[in-house]
């Protein structure tokens, strides 16, 4: 019997973006999740527009792009997104990441892109923690 823990907790951040070249304070909030390596993590991403383009990024969408589609549904390696559209409410992007390494840790951004609508973002950070030794005691 495996114990799987997810911990999720909403930040406030007052963020710098100097890599966006904006001189201003950026007020965003943040979903984080703490996992351990080798499980899979869900996460919901709400977006206020539509859009036909979909994108998953590290950090931000210039040259971190993981995700870059225009179907609603899409895969690439160890990454999946899911687009549920949602009429008079904030529309959603399921991201999956399977198999999670601590490298996945870090910051991560949903973007909904159409050409004549403003871009869609949301963002989340996750917590990639050491797994569970296979070996010796364990706490139940």
């Excluded at 792009?65 to 160890?78: S, V």
């Excluded at 973007?111 to 010796?136: A, M, R």
Aim: include cysteine; proline fraction near 3%.
């Amino acid at each position: 019997m495996s114990h799987t823990t997810l911990t999720h907790s909403k930040v406030k951040l007052l963020l710098l973006c100097p890599q966006l070249n904006v001189g201003s304070l950026v007020d965003a909030e943040t979903n984080i999740y703490t996992k351990r390596e080798g499980e899979d993590i869900t996460v919901g991403c709400n977006l206020t527009f539509t859009g036909s383009r979909k994108l998953l990024c590290k950090e931000i969408c210039e040259g971190n792009i993981l995700i870059d589609t225009y179907r609603d549904e899409d895969q690439r390696g160890r990454y999946s997104i899911k687009y549920e559209y949602r009429y008079l409410k904030s529309s959603v992007l399921h991201v999956t990441i399977t198999k999670l390494t601590k490298s996945d840790s870090g910051l991560y951004t949903c973007e909904l892109q159409k050409d004549w609508s403003p871009i869609s973002k949301d963002n989340f950070k996750i917590i990639v923690t050491e797994g569970q030794p296979s070996w010796g005691p364990r706490l139940l």
